[in-house]
């Protein structure tokens, strides 16, 4: 397969500051740091981690949405983060965001018309009215609304509506790459099977390549061909799906897996939970050494000095990679 978008050495640092007249940096929030990954055209990569781990980040950071502290993002084989503003526009079309909130995400003064047909307005600038109308009608459709509803305003929809609103503006440039930000998150759980029905069907037709950012690994499970694992700011695993759930080698994939429910309670109540101690550590101060060792339940004294490197498990071509002191063991 070939690779559309290469992450080399990825780092997103924010300073912090203190003062009210005369700022002062007191410290830097590694949001993310050194992370690399491939997603291969055609796929579905699914990024997966608790909340703050730097998911959210490291999109907005591949669409140049933030510009990254250091590192390399190779879109279709162009540098993006060498390129300037002005000369990152006319790329911009080929990427698209879906933001996680449908309700912050859509300008309540806007119609469903406008806000669809705005990535119009600003690349497609010869298209006439009538044409770029026409064509928000079929995006409309494409995403199971009716083009009837053009006219009217976001806060006449529900939940799972406007998020087809959402993904109905991210698709209107038809971009070869999407990020899906967690776009089932705000979403009843009823509603959430049919924005995630939508969004592969939309993948077959549309031959997308997508980068799904989520928390829950069992929507991740039947979304994505390839899963990455990140904690604090780095990418801790990766594997194709079957390999990961099948046998995790990172004990933070391990706890992750163990806390999704099984319907089935008798499996359900015999099963071993791994039960992480402590919180998150703060990025803002990270751990020496492996960042996972001050809640891992097989830390020794080398996973506090020494960082693990992502390495690949089982020999090549397995597409397995863990960064763990232990994980070949």
């Known amino acids: 397969m070939k690779t559309l ?7 997103m640092y924010f300073p912090v500051t203190k003062g009210l007249f005369i700022k002062r940096r007191v410290g830097t929030v590694r949001a993310v740091d050194d992370v690399s990954f491939t997603v291969e055209k055609g796929e579905i990569l699914g990024l997966v981690g608790e909340s703050g781990c730097g998911k959210s980040t490291t999109g907005r950071a591949i669409l140049q949405l933030y510009r990254p502290t250091a590192g390399r993002v190779v879109f279709n084989g162009t540098e993006l983060t060498r390129l300037k503003p002005k000369a990152l526009v006319p790329f911009r079309r080929h990427f698209q965001i879906i933001f996680q909130d449908p ?8 119609t469903v018309g406008s806000i669809v047909a705005e990535p119009l ?3 497609e600038r010869a298209l006439r009215r009538r044409a770029r109308e026409d064509r928000v009608k079929e995006i409309l459709s494409l995403v199971g609304l009716s083009p009837r509803m053009i006219r009217r305003y976001p806060h006449e929809f529900s939940g799972g509506q406007r998020q087809r609103i959402g993904i109905a503006r991210a698709l209107a440039l038809h971009p070869e790459f999407v990020v899906a930000d967690e776009p089932v998150s705000a979403l009843d759980v009823s509603v959430q099977a049919q924005i995630l029905n939508l969004m592969m069907e939309l993948r077959e037709k549309l031959s997308l390549t997508i980068l799904f950012i989520a928390h829950d690994l069992s929507v991740v499970k039947h979304m994505s061909d390839r899963v990455a694992v990140m904690y604090l700011g780095k990418i801790v695993e990766i594997a194709p799906f079957k390999a990961l759930y099948a046998s995790p080698r990172h004990p933070y994939t391990e706890a992750l897996l163990s806390s999704v429910p099984i319907p089935d309670p008798r499996v359900e109540k015999s099963r071993d939970r791994v039960v992480l101690k402590g919180d998150v550590p703060s990025p803002l101060n990270p751990p020496s050494g492996c960042h996972f060792h001050t809640r891992c339940p097989i830390a020794e004294e080398r996973c506090r000095i020494e960082a693990p490197a992502l390495v690949q498990i089982g020999g090549s071509g397995t597409g397995h990679f863990a960064a763990c002191h232990f994980a070949a063991e």
Do not use: G, Q
């Open 5 to 11: 978008v290469s992450v080399e050495n990825l780092k």
């Open 103 to 110: 309700y912050a995400s859509l300008n309540p003064r806007m």
């Open 121 to 123: 307005v600003t690349h």
